[in-house]
T-cell receptor
């Protein structure tokens, strides 16, 4: 059973379009992170959100943590081919002894 | 160069053989982790270590052994490799825990068991 469900699993869009990726769970998270992974490399941390309702912006990327701390979203404005990659959300479940639970990822392809 | 490194990057082995994957970090981070990544499963935690000589099981520990005699190294051993252990293995490290469990990943080892 996947504790963190990501959707969509695959997304292919044209350069310049906007997109949103979702990360949902029935569990409450103490914190939630988003990573991006490129082929042949390890995941790279993009952002950490810790407060319910928190919104963080990283250039064209906007991350939101749900009020109940059970879900998160990643919105990309005016996507570029360089945004192509596997986007992973990962959460520290409250009381989970310092372990991160990862979603299965969203594979994003931005076509020029 | 500073950071977290893994070796080998690619490994092909036969069923039943013992294989050790190496992980080395230069940040002196307290925590280190081993994950495997398979299609449809995302990253699953195999073992983790809070400090030298302290290790604990993750979600999928069966068939794996770890040790941590030094802070900077965290080798993962497959005692008798099976085809189901074909995967990409990632090592990660994290500084002392706070409210932000931010992990830094190595480049991965692609292991094929034939």
């Amino acid at each position: 059973t996947q504790l963190l469900e990501q959707s969509p699993q695959f997304l292919s869009i044209q350069e310049g379009e906007n997109l949103t990726v979702y990360c949902n769970s029935s569990s409450v998270f103490s914190s939630l992170q988003w990573y991006r992974q490129e082929p042949g490399e390890g995941p790279v941390l993009l952002v950490t959100v810790v407060t319910g309702g928190e919104v963080k912006k990283l250039k064209r990327l906007t991350f939101q943590f749900g009020d109940a701390r059970k879900d998160s979203s990643l919105h990309i404005t005016a996507a570029q081919p360089g945004d192509t990659g596997l986007y992973l959300c990962a959460g520290e479940i409250s009381g989970s002894a310092r372990q991160l639970t990862f979603g299965s990822g969203t594979q994003l392809t931005v076509l020029p | 160069d500073a950071g977290i490194t893994q070796s080998p990057r690619y490994k092909i082995t036969e069923t039943g053989r013992q294989v050790t994957l190496m992980c080395h970090q230069t940040w002196s981070h307290s925590y280190m982790f081993w994950y495997r990544q398979d299609l449809g499963h995302g990253l699953r935690l195999i073992y983790y270590s809070a400090a030298a000589d302290i290790t604990d099981k993750g979600e999928v520990p069966d068939g794996y052994v770890v040790s941590r005699s030094k802070t900077e190294n965290f080798p993962l051993t497959l005692e008798s490799a099976t085809r189901s252990q074909t995967s990409v293995y990632f090592c990660a490290s994290m500084t002392s825990p706070s409210r932000r469990y931010e992990q830094y990943f190595g480049p991965g080892t692609r292991l094929t068991v034939t």
